[in-house]
C-alpha cells in the first residue's frame, strides 16, 4: 500500500523538483494507453493536474492492462519519480514506480466534461460538476472573498455576530418568508439579520458584521435569484451618514480584490481570461435624481419615483464604465416610498439609502436607519405593517439606540460579476430556488 501521509499535492511536480520522489492522488481525467507498454494519464487534485506516465520496465503486461481500463474521474494513488519534459505542457510528469486504485468510477458519467453538458443537469451531479478546475476556482475565490472582508473588518475592530434563522415574526415587512412550525407555535426562517444586527447596536456593540445563510421565498426564476443564499452583512453605529458606510464597504472590497488578484490573478486570467482590476477609491456616486435623467435618455420608461429594474440596472453599469472607466457605482437617494421602513428619509421624501452595482448588477442594498423610536413606529404604520408583530423589533429602540446604518452584500452575486459567469447558481456551492431541493 502507498502511505497517503506521504502525499504532496500537484504543485509539487515543478521543474525544480527534478529527479525527486512523490506521491500523489487524485481524480483521473485522461488515460491514453500508447500500444501495450505504455499509459499516459492525467491525475488532478486541488492544485491541478499532471501527466503520469506508465512505462513496461516499471510495471508488467498484467497492469498496465488494468491501468488502461481504469475507468475515468477514479480515484487513485501513487508513487513516482519527477522528470523534466519537453513534450509535457507543464514541463515535467511523473514516472510511476506504485499505484493503488483507492475508489473505482461507474463507467458511464452522467455528465461529459468534454462538451457543454446543460446547468440543470451539471447541478443535478454537482458532486462531479465540481471537480473542474474552473469550478473549483470559483470556490476557491468564493471562499477568500468572504475570508479577506472579514479580515479587513477585524482589523477594523468589527465584531462578528451569529444571530438566529429561526425566527417567530417574519422579517422585512413579512413578505416572501418560509413559514415552518414550530413545536406548538408558527416560526419562519429569517430573510435577513437585519433586526439582530441593529440590536446589537443598541447593546453597545458599536461595529458588527455576519456571514450566514438567509432564506427568501421568492417566486422569482431568473439567472440572480435563489431562494437560500449566503449574505455578508454589517452594521455600525455613530455614523454621521450613509456615506460612512459606503466607505467602509468601497474600502473592504477594494482590499478583498487587491488580495485575490495577488493570489489568483494569474489563474483567473489562465481559466476565466480576465484581467482583474483592483477599483480605484472613491467609487463613483449618482444620485436618484440623476439615474432617472440617464435612463430616459438611454431609452428606459421609468419615472421619477420608481426603482430601477433589471434592465435599467445594466444601463447604468454601461454608463458608469464608460464615462468613469469603474465597474462599480453607489446609487444613492432612493424614494423613501421603494425602501424599507426603518430606512432614514430626509425632508424630501428619499431615503438616506444606497445600492451597490457591480458591473451593471446590484449586489448591495445600504441605508442610515432610523433609529429614533417614535419615528420608526410612524415609519412602519405608514408602510402599512401590523405593528404588534413589529413589537419586538421596537423595543429594541425604546431605550436609546445610537445613530447607525449597514448594508447586505451577496457574496455569491459578487464572485457572479467578478468571473462573468451566467448564472449566480454556478457561485452556489448547492443551489435552491422554486425547483431544486437536492441534492
Same mark, same amino acid.
Given at each position: 500500500m502507498?502511505?497517503l501521509?506521504e502525499r504532496?499535492?500537484?504543485?509539487?511536480?515543478?521543474?525544480?523538483?527534478?529527479?525527486?520522489?512523490?506521491?500523489?492522488?487524485g481524480f483521473?481525467?485522461?488515460?491514453?494507453?500508447?500500444? #501495450?507498454?505504455?499509459?499516459?494519464?492525467?491525475?488532478?487534485?486541488?492544485?491541478g493536474s499532471?501527466?503520469?506516465t506508465?512505462?513496461k !520496465?516499471?510495471?508488467?503486461?498484467?497492469?498496465?492492462?488494468e491501468?488502461?481500463?481504469?475507468? =475515468?474521474?477514479?480515484?487513485i494513488?501513487?508513487?513516482g519519480i519527477?522528470?523534466?519534459?519537453?513534450?509535457?505542457?507543464?514541463?515535467?510528469?511523473?514516472?510511476?514506480?506504485?499505484?493503488?486504485?483507492?475508489?473505482?468510477?461507474?463507467p458511464?458519467?452522467?455528465?461529459?466534461?468534454?462538451?457543454?453538458?446543460?446547468?440543470?443537469?451539471?447541478?443535478?451531479?454537482?458532486w462531479?460538476?465540481?471537480?473542474?478546475?474552473?469550478?473549483?476556482?470559483?470556490?476557491?475565490?468564493l471562499?477568500?472573498?468572504?475570508?479577506?472582508?472579514?479580515?479587513? &473588518?477585524?482589523k477594523?475592530?468589527?465584531?462578528?455576530?451569529?444571530?438566529?434563522?429561526?425566527? *417567530?415574526?417574519?422579517s422585512? *415587512?413579512?413578505?416572501?418568508v418560509? !413559514?415552518?412550525?414550530?413545536?406548538?407555535?408558527?416560526a419562519y426562517?429569517?430573510?435577513?439579520?437585519?433586526f439582530?444586527?441593529?440590536m446589537?447596536?443598541?447593546?453597545?456593540?458599536?461595529?458588527?458584521?455576519e456571514?450566514?445563510?438567509?432564506?427568501?421565498?421568492?417566486?422569482?426564476s431568473t439567472?440572480?435569484?435563489?431562494?437560500?443564499?449566503t449574505?455578508?452583512? &454589517?452594521?455600525?453605529?455613530?455614523?454621521?451618514? /450613509?456615506?460612512?458606510?459606503?466607505?467602509?464597504e468601497?474600502?473592504?472590497?477594494?482590499?478583498?480584490?487587491? #488580495?485575490?488578484?495577488?493570489?489568483?490573478?494569474?489563474?483567473?486570467?489562465?481559466? /476565466?481570461d480576465?484581467?482583474?482590476?483592483?477599483?480605484k =477609491?472613491p467609487?463613483?456616486r449618482?444620485?436618484?435624481e440623476?439615474i432617472?435623467?440617464?435612463?430616459?435618455?438611454n431609452g428606459?420608461?421609468?419615472?421619477?419615483?420608481?426603482?430601477?429594474s433589471?434592465?435599467? !440596472?445594466?444601463?447604468?453599469?454601461?454608463?458608469?464604465?464608460?464615462k468613469?472607466?469603474?465597474?462599480?457605482?453607489?446609487?444613492?437617494?432612493?424614494?423613501?416610498?421603494?425602501r424599507?421602513?426603518?430606512?432614514?428619509?430626509d425632508s424630501?421624501?428619499?431615503? &438616506?439609502?444606497?445600492?451597490?452595482?457591480?458591473?451593471?448588477?446590484e449586489?448591495?442594498?445600504?441605508?442610515?436607519?432610523?433609529? $429614533?423610536? !417614535?419615528?420608526?413606529v410612524?415609519q412602519?404604520?405608514e408602510?402599512?405593517?401590523?405593528?404588534k408583530?413589529?413589537? /419586538?423589533?421596537?423595543n429594541?429602540f425604546?431605550?436609546g439606540?445610537?445613530?447607525?446604518?449597514?448594508?447586505?452584500?451577496?457574496?455569491?452575486?459578487?464572485? #457572479?460579476?467578478?468571473?462573468?459567469?451566467?448564472n449566480? $447558481?454556478e457561485?452556489i456551492?448547492?443551489? $435552491?430556488?422554486?425547483?431544486?431541493?437536492?441534492p
Amino acid at each position: 500500500m502507498i502511505d497517503l501521509a506521504e502525499r504532496k499535492q500537484t504543485d509539487f511536480v515543478t521543474p525544480k523538483n527534478d529527479n525527486k520522489k512523490v506521491v500523489l492522488s487524485g481524480f483521473i481525467e485522461k488515460i491514453r494507453p500508447i500500444g #501495450k507498454n505504455l499509459v499516459f494519464l492525467v491525475l488532478k487534485d486541488i492544485k491541478g493536474s499532471v501527466q503520469i506516465t506508465f512505462k513496461k !520496465e516499471n510495471f508488467n503486461e498484467k497492469d498496465l492492462k488494468e491501468i488502461s481500463s481504469i475507468p =475515468i474521474q477514479s480515484v487513485i494513488s501513487l508513487e513516482g519519480i519527477v522528470k523534466k519534459s519537453k513534450l509535457c505542457k507543464k514541463g515535467v510528469e511523473v514516472i510511476a514506480k506504485k499505484y493503488e486504485i483507492l475508489s473505482k468510477s461507474a463507467p458511464n458519467l452522467p455528465i461529459d466534461f468534454n462538451s457543454e453538458t446543460g446547468l440543470d443537469k451539471r447541478l443535478d451531479n454537482r458532486w462531479i460538476d465540481l471537480r473542474t478546475e474552473k469550478n473549483t476556482l470559483i470556490f476557491q475565490i468564493l471562499s477568500d472573498f468572504i475570508n479577506f472582508s472579514r479580515e479587513y &473588518l477585524l482589523k477594523n475592530e468589527f465584531i462578528e455576530i451569529f444571530t438566529p434563522k429561526i425566527i *417567530g415574526a417574519a422579517s422585512e *415587512g413579512g413578505a416572501e418568508v418560509f !413559514e415552518l412550525p414550530y413545536f406548538d407555535k408558527k416560526a419562519y426562517l429569517a430573510q435577513s439579520p437585519q433586526f439582530f444586527k441593529q440590536m446589537a447596536l443598541s447593546a453597545g456593540f458599536e461595529k458588527v458584521f455576519e456571514v450566514a445563510p438567509v432564506f427568501r421565498a421568492d417566486p422569482s426564476s431568473t439567472s440572480r435569484h435563489v431562494t437560500e443564499f449566503t449574505s455578508f452583512d &454589517l452594521e455600525m453605529a455613530y455614523i454621521t451618514s /450613509f456615506e460612512d458606510v459606503m466607505k467602509v464597504e468601497e474600502n473592504m472590497i477594494a482590499y478583498s480584490i487587491k #488580495k485575490i488578484k495577488e493570489k489568483w490573478g494569474g489563474k483567473v486570467k489562465e481559466v /476565466f481570461d480576465i484581467d482583474l482590476i483592483i477599483p480605484k =477609491i472613491p467609487f463613483p456616486r449618482l444620485k436618484m435624481e440623476e439615474i432617472y435623467k440617464i435612463l430616459q435618455k438611454n431609452g428606459s420608461k421609468i419615472k421619477k419615483g420608481e426603482d430601477i429594474s433589471t434592465t435599467d !440596472e445594466r444601463i447604468i453599469g454601461e454608463y458608469v464604465k464608460k464615462k468613469f472607466n469603474h465597474d462599480f457605482v453607489f446609487i444613492t437617494d432612493y424614494p423613501w416610498k421603494v425602501r424599507s421602513f426603518y430606512h432614514m428619509r430626509d425632508s424630501k421624501n428619499n431615503s &438616506l439609502s444606497f445600492d451597490l452595482l457591480y458591473k451593471g448588477v446590484e449586489i448591495t442594498t445600504g441605508a442610515q436607519r432610523e433609529h $429614533r423610536y !417614535e419615528k420608526l413606529v410612524s415609519q412602519a404604520k405608514e408602510k402599512g405593517l401590523n405593528l404588534k408583530l413589529l413589537d /419586538f423589533y421596537f423595543n429594541f429602540f425604546k431605550y436609546g439606540c445610537p445613530p447607525h446604518g449597514g448594508f447586505g452584500l451577496g457574496p455569491a452575486r459578487f464572485v #457572479k460579476q467578478m468571473l462573468n459567469l451566467s448564472n449566480i $447558481r454556478e457561485a452556489i456551492f448547492l443551489p $435552491r430556488d422554486m425547483k431544486r431541493l437536492m441534492p
